[in-house]
């Protein structure tokens, strides 16, 4: 019983480590398009409630996603972007300018 025991408890901790093993470091830049950097970009992964973080005043960002996940990119007068993680460890993104409403 002992044993047994034992072997279940080795058994569900190696599968929680396999598990949080599939989270991938994705870096990349974020820019507009004339390739001017955007500081204060907003990314996150889609469906999370934590794992957020804001390009820094070079557009660059770093964020721990899963493996198969999206990462949503938000800045203010610009268009959402978002990109599925596909095991690729940079992502640049190019934003468009959200030109709708300007006339209002």
């Not at 996150?44 to 960002?61: I, M, P, R």
Request: zero cysteines.
């Amino acid at each position: 019983m002992r044993k047994t025991i034992t072997f279940l408890f080795i058994f569900l901790l190696s599968g929680m480590s396999i598990a949080f093993a599939q989270n991938l470091t994705v870096k990349g830049k974020v820019s507009d398009n004339t390739g001017t950097a955007l500081p204060g970009v907003t990314v996150k992964v889609k469906g999370a409630q934590a794992g957020a973080t804001v390009t820094d005043v070079n557009g660059n960002y770093s964020i721990s996603a899963p493996q198969g996940g999206t990462l949503a990119f938000t800045y203010v007068g610009y268009t959402e972007k978002s990109i599925a993680i596909t095991g690729q460890n940079v992502i640049n993104i190019t934003l468009e300018a959200n030109t709708t409403g300007l006339d209002e």
